[in-house]
């Protein structure tokens, strides 16, 4: 059967085909219309032409099947695909925004101003990984920003869904990838660690706040192969005034070993969004490239190595985000001892997390708020001290655990509010003995464990024990 010709007006399946957007080297973008579909639409049709690259239409068959089982603001809402025996297609969500290729122009940008995109992008990769999905082609042309804001992540054709079939692993040798941002295990040909989309990641925030590629954009394999050995300049070594807290960040995503860098997304973006508890390294103060004779002991030593198989729903699970909301009254001290109880245990099972402890000073509505208490101390400075008081018994590395003092009049709106926007993934927190006014206005512990985005573990009292529920 001959295949339809595709140009403006013709239909295609009920789709009513629109203007060309896009004409690449494997595929063109239609805009499409359909009567039932309220939301802008565009097609994307592979081009398959004579001597066209097979890994081109291999990796529309992974779109074709990776695209339909995601869903959330960071994706394009899937529409419709054709198949091949008649026209290959996807029908897809046209989301409006410029891609950040369009930025590239302007680079070098702010730190804060790239810390903020890559928080962003961050939250996206985090919620693709939790949906079993690596992207393994993180790049600015395929980055768009919704008018709301989030960051939407295109060209799923090298991706991986580890429930699925990866026929690019399966049918091809070569590594696929864009040179410029592929990690060392993907050149090496692992395409199954999420951290690989963390280390592209981490060429893009080098490249757009520094206006140099960390590894430039090598043709050839061997070119490809320095970075599985060779450390890149250090960003504070072309920007004297780069900041130490985003080097740390930088220079973390590019670790040579996986194992180095960030455990998931998620803690990436607590990092950029919170720059303050950064914890500061070595990597932090570097203002040269490691030593020729360090970067051939890690050649000879092959510290990339291919990691081992792991599934992305294990790897996410068992580096979370901790949020422990302590209620530092004096009556509570029991319940804050059985917290660090509960605390103990999750981090045992789960040595990778990540804690914050938080504790709202709460806000008067109307009146104006003090800073110092009755003995003229700063409010604020001194639940810190407290946090953190609290915290030492549990023996955390400075980089494991942060403080956090959220001033609000509604503390179970602060506790939510920061849960979402920082990707917390438990919270733990405790519930005081009942009153009546409790009873009547409702406690703190019930209306978050009743709207959190996350699991809620609520220390209570039971006659003299403490204990989780």
């Not at 394009?76 to 029908?91: K, L, N, S």
């Not at 806000?363 to 953190?388: A, F, M, P, S």
Request: hydrophobic letters at 40%; aromatic letters at 6%.
């Amino acid at each position: 059967m001959a295949k339809p010709r595709l140009q403006p007006g013709t239909t295609l399946d009920g789709f009513l085909i629109g203007g060309l957007i896009y004409k690449g080297g494997m595929s063109r973008l239609w805009r499409v219309t359909r009567p039932d579909i309220g939301f802008p639409l565009l097609m994307k049709v592979p081009i398959l032409h004579e001597g066209e690259d097979p890994a081109a239409i291999v990796g529309f068959e992974m779109e074709q099947m990776i695209l339909p089982r995601l869903t959330g603001p960071h994706v394009p809402r899937f529409v419709a695909a054709g198949d091949f025996t008649e026209q290959p297609y996807i029908v897809m969500e046209h989301v409006g925004g410029e891609s950040l290729l369009a930025r590239l122009p302007e680079l070098p940008l702010p730190s804060m101003e790239v810390a903020a995109i890559g928080a962003k992008v961050a939250t996206a990769l985090d919620h693709l990984h939790r949906q079993h999905v690596i992207h393994l082609d993180i790049k600015p042309s395929n980055i768009l920003f919704r008018a709301t804001g989030e960051a939407v992540l295109i060209d799923y054709g090298l991706a991986r869904h580890d429930q699925l079939p990866d026929l690019m692993d399966e049918e091809f040798r070569l590594p696929y990838g864009t040179a410029p941002y592929m990690a060392p295990e993907q050149v090496l040909g692992t395409r199954s660690d999420p951290r690989s989309d963390l280390f592209a990641l981490g060429v893009l925030l080098y490249f757009f706040t520094t206006g140099v590629r960390p590894f430039g954009d090598p043709q050839r394999m061997s070119g490809l192969k320095r970075r599985i050995w060779r450390d890149p300049a250090p960003p504070r070594q072309l920007r004297p005034d780069y900041p130490p807290w985003l080097q740390e960040i930088v220079l973390r995503c590019l670790e040579v070993n996986p194992a180095q860098r960030y455990p998931t997304a998620a803690q990436v973006a607590f990092d950029l969004q919170n720059p303050e508890q950064v914890r500061l390294t070595e990597r932090s103060e570097k203002l040269e490239q490691d030593s020729y004779f360090s970067a051939l002991r890690r050649r000879l030593s092959g510290d990339a190595g291919r990691p081992r198989k792991r599934a992305i729903a294990s790897h996410i699970a068992g580096a979370p985000i901790v949020a422990v909301a302590l209620d530092l009254g004096e009556e509570t001290d029991s319940i804050a001892d059985a917290m660090r109880t509960t605390v103990v245990r999750i981090l045992e099972a789960t040595p990778d997390a990540r804690l914050a402890c938080l504790n709202v000073l709460r806000q008067n509505r109307v009146t104006i708020d003090r800073t110092l208490d009755e003995e003229g101390h700063n409010k604020h400075v001194n639940r810190l001290v407290r946090l953190k008081s609290w915290a030492d018994p549990l023996r955390l590395t400075e980089g494991k655990v942060t403080y956090h003092v959220l001033e609000a009049v509604e503390p179970a709106a602060a506790i939510l509010e920061y849960a979402r926007a920082n990707h917390v993934d438990h919270i733990v927190m405790g519930a005081r003995a009942n009153s009546t006014l409790r009873k009547l206005l409702g406690s703190v512990s019930g209306e978050v464990a009743a709207q959190a985005p996350c699991t809620v573990t609520v220390v209570r009292k039971r006659g003299y024990d403490a204990v989780a529920t």
